[in-house]
């Protein structure tokens, strides 16, 4: 079968780093996404990776290793607002999107 | 401008009842999906409908049924809720179905209760 395992739970400190890992596998490889959802909000788009290496984007950035099946999402500088839950989703070789189950990221003073 | 707005935002009803839920999307999309997120936070995608189109996730029950009447808009009606139908629904949109970039668009989701 297709899954994908992130973290349930997350805690960091405003100011800090924080890296939050996924792992997949799926049927085929056609992308990895991130989104971030704030509760009771919408997913709204953060990122995508579709070759290996490293995406940034202002404070937030993307990793990719096609061959272990591994990405992470890295923010930087982290805000009370970066408060929210991380999902990470693969298109599979159908296009299908796959999703995880989220982690939820909690900022702390 | 809202990009896809779906409504209502909350939805309370009673077993056996029947109920829709309407989306809208702005942004000249040619495909529209709809998700359903449980308890646990996986999004599960129930149907995406791409030029009349429709393509079902098999394991959803045929109590769900997707109204397009026009690329524009893409409703869900459910016959006979049951309490397992309990859950926020999410309807997105896409560009074109079939590219690997492709990102969604959600809207701000629809939390179902029935009682």
């Known amino acids: 079968g297709q899954n994908i395992d992130q973290p349930t739970e997350m805690t960091a400190t405003e100011g800090a780093i924080v890296q939050i890992n996924c792992t997949y596998q799926t049927s085929g490889f056609n992308g990895l996404f991130w989104y971030q959802q704030h509760a009771g909000e919408a997913p709204t788009f953060l990122s995508y990776n579709v070759l290996d290496g490293l995406e940034e984007k202002g404070r937030f950035s993307s990793f990719l290793s096609r061959s272990k099946g591994y990405s992470y999402l890295l923010l930087k500088e982290l805000q009370m607002k970066d408060s929210a839950s991380y999902l990470c989703?693969?298109?599979?070789?159908?296009?299908?999107?796959?999703w995880g189950a989220g982690t939820k990221l909690i900022i702390k003073p | 401008d809202t990009a896809v707005s779906q409504t209502p935002k909350y939805l309370v009803t009673q077993m056996g009842n029947d109920k829709s839920i309407k989306c809208e999307q702005n942004?000249?999309?040619?495909?529209m999906y709809w998700y359903k997120q449980d308890s646990k936070k996986f999004l599960k995608i129930m149907f995406s409908?791409?030029?009349?189109?429709?393509?079902i996730n098999e394991t959803v029950p045929n109590r769900f049924s997707p109204k397009s009447p026009d690329k524009a808009h893409l409703n869900l009606h459910i016959n006979s809720l049951e309490l397992g139908d309990s859950a926020v629904y999410f309807c997105?949109?896409?560009?074109?179905?079939?590219?690997?970039?492709?990102?969604?668009?959600f809207g701000s989701g629809t939390q179902l209760s029935v009682l």
């Open positions: 997105a949109s896409s560009q074109v179905a079939g590219r690997g970039y492709e990102k969604l668009f």
């Open positions: 942004l000249g999309h040619d495909t």
């Open positions: 409908y791409n030029n009349k189109e429709l393509i």
């Open positions: 989703a693969v298109r599979d070789g159908n296009y299908q999107l796959i």
